[in-house]
Nanobody, 127 residues
């Protein structure tokens, strides 16, 4: 059974920074791409960032490009999301997710191919 546990959320003022962490267990972490998604109240879950299995490729939503950085440490079975220059519109519950297909060459930015999800961590940015 795969488990994903997010941490690092909290309340921050606009312009501040947070670093989210997602700890994975239950299968060979280094073989799977990982993604971060977020969901604000009353809105659909949206793609934030993703990284392929090796860490050599990343993709970002336009809304976070240049401000957020996704990375992974396969030795520690962790994926991170460094969030800088935070804006009130970044307020949401942030979820990490694991791709269902090992060693996928493409980076997926839609929720469907991700088959395991964490419980989410709240990020609140005050103005």
């Amino acid at each position: 059974q795969v488990q994903l546990v997010e941490s690092g959320g909290g309340l921050v003022q606009a312009g501040g920074s947070l670093r989210l962490s997602c700890a994975a267990s239950g299968r060979t972490f280094s073989r799977y791409g990982m993604g971060w998604f977020r969901q604000a109240p009353g809105k659909d879950r949206e793609f934030v960032a993703a990284i392929n299995w090796s860490g050599g490729s990343t993709r970002y939503a336009d809304s976070v490009k240049g401000r957020f950085t996704i990375s992974r440490d396969n030795a520690k079975n962790r994926v991170y999301l460094q969030m800088n220059s935070l804006k009130p519109e970044d307020t949401a519950v942030y979820y990490c997710a694991a791709d269902s297909m090992p060693l996928r060459s493409l980076i997926i930015i839609t929720p469907n191919p991700y088959d395991y999800w964490g419980q989410g961590t709240q990020v609140t940015v005050s103005s």
